[in-house]
């Protein structure tokens, strides 16, 4: 909840806007069954954030990310909200989907661990974004927290089954920058989230976004039956009182209508999904500064990019990956982590060969400012 405005901004004097943003940087050094490129220093992404009360109860936001040193330049997130109500609200612009929780808390700084969650970043694709409007509103009682957000957007095209991977591969339709402009097939994409909070025990969010993908009339003329996209998310987040212990992770599940003419190489149905556990070990005042924070983490992943079995012989299906990460990270302040994970990965290909085994060490940090 409230993930879009839960970000630290300044405001210089009676300036009308505010300014914010985070930076990730970092070095890796992985091998693949021996096989290794050695060490590389990375910075991933810069990320502007500008925030402006127009007036009373309408806002603007915007997040502006440059990636890969600059290469990259992408409006994530720039909308007018109009506050009707606690439990109404409009929004309009480039909106951040509210599918899973990792897709509008991507900030590195919230996060232990250098690398993405894999299922957030290839089943979701990350910061998916579109241009579209929606409501969203948020009801309190007692110890509990109710809130919903639902949008229509632009959406997929059908690059997830047409791209260089050679498989179903949701993340290719970010390649179109067409999509903040005009719908691939005049179908709106639809998302709607529901996330329940207790103030002790934790929160619990579930989503939907589904649409067609494909073009299936050109003129007026029917060329292919509508091929829909659905996804479905859980995601849960807690800390345990006592020992602070955080808790967080989220699943997916995405189904895919592929048209028969393709190999079953391309999955119709693919799910996975991660959990986050963050244990605090110590917390005091070091190397001059207050109210310090040394972590130990461990994540656990999996992504099976083609749910099922060959028709031919009804063997199952391998195209899957398992990741364990443990890591350690230090906080100086909640705004800035310095963080160190190794990373262990199993990955087996389609026909269920021998899994390529993939580790490597990582370390960087990321901050607000």
């Known amino acids: 909840m409230d993930a879009v405005y839960n970000r630290p901004f300044l405001q210089a004097g009676k300036m009308p806007v505010s300014l914010g943003g985070y930076l990730e940087t970092n070095s890796s050094y992985f091998q693949t069954d021996g096989v290794?490129?050695?060490?590389?220093?990375?910075?991933p992404r810069l990320t502007v954030f500008m925030?402006?009360?127009?007036?009373?109860?309408?806002?603007?936001?915007?997040?502006i990310e440059f990636e890969e040193g600059g290469r990259e330049i992408a409006i994530e997130f720039a909308s007018m909200d109009l506050?009707?109500?606690?439990?109404?609200?409009?929004?309009?612009?480039?909106?951040?989907?509210?599918?899973?929780?990792?897709?509008?808390?991507?900030d590195g700084p919230k996060w232990e661990f250098v690398s993405r969650p894999i299922a957030s970043t290839t089943i979701i694709p990350a910061t998916w974004s579109n241009v579209g409007f929606g409501i969203y509103g948020k009801y309190g009682f007692g110890n509990f927290v109710w809130a919903y957000e639902g949008y229509i957007t632009n959406g997929f095209d059908d690059q997830i089954i047409s791209n260089d991977q050679n498989k179903t591969w949701l993340p290719a339709s970010k390649l179109n920058p067409d999509r903040f402009e005009e719908s691939f097939n005049g179908v709106p994409l639809i998302t709607a989230k529901t996330a329940f909070r207790h103030r002790k025990a934790g929160e619990l969010g579930v989503s939907w976004m589904g649409g067609v993908y494909n073009k299936f009339e050109i003129d007026g003329l029917p060329i292919d039956a509508r091929r829909r996209i659905d996804l479905f998310a859980v995601d849960f987040n807690s800390v345990i009182p006592r020992v602070k212990t955080q808790i967080k992770g989220e699943w997916v599940w995405a189904f895919i209508d592929v048209p028969d003419t393709y190999?079953?190489?391309?999955?119709?149905?693919?799910?996975?999904?991660?959990?986050?556990v963050v244990q605090p070990i110590l917390t005091r005042k070091m190397f001059g500064w207050e109210k310090c924070t040394l972590n130990l983490a461990f994540?656990?992943?999996?992504?099976?990019?083609n749910v099922g079995t060959f028709n031919e012989?009804?063997?199952?299906?391998?195209?899957?990956?398992y990741a364990f990460v443990p890591g350690i990270s230090f906080r100086p302040s909640a705004q800035t982590v310095i963080r160190a994970n190794y990373q262990y990965q199993l990955q087996t290909d389609l026909l269920g060969n021998p899994p390529a085994r993939t580790a490597g060490f990582q370390f960087g940090f990321a901050t607000y400012f």
């Open 36 to 43: 290794t490129d050695g060490l590389s220093f990375q910075i």
């Open 313 to 321: 012989t009804g063997g199952t299906i391998s195209d899957h990956i």
């Open 83 to 106: 506050a009707i109500h606690p439990l109404l609200n409009l929004r309009g612009g480039v909106v951040m989907n509210p599918i899973g929780a990792f897709n509008q808390n991507h």
């Open 51 to 63: 925030a402006s009360t127009i007036k009373d109860r309408i806002h603007f936001l915007t997040e």
């Open 299 to 305: 994540r656990f992943e999996y992504v099976d990019y």
């Open 263 to 276: 190999t079953q190489q391309y999955g119709e149905k693919q799910q996975g999904g991660y959990v986050d």
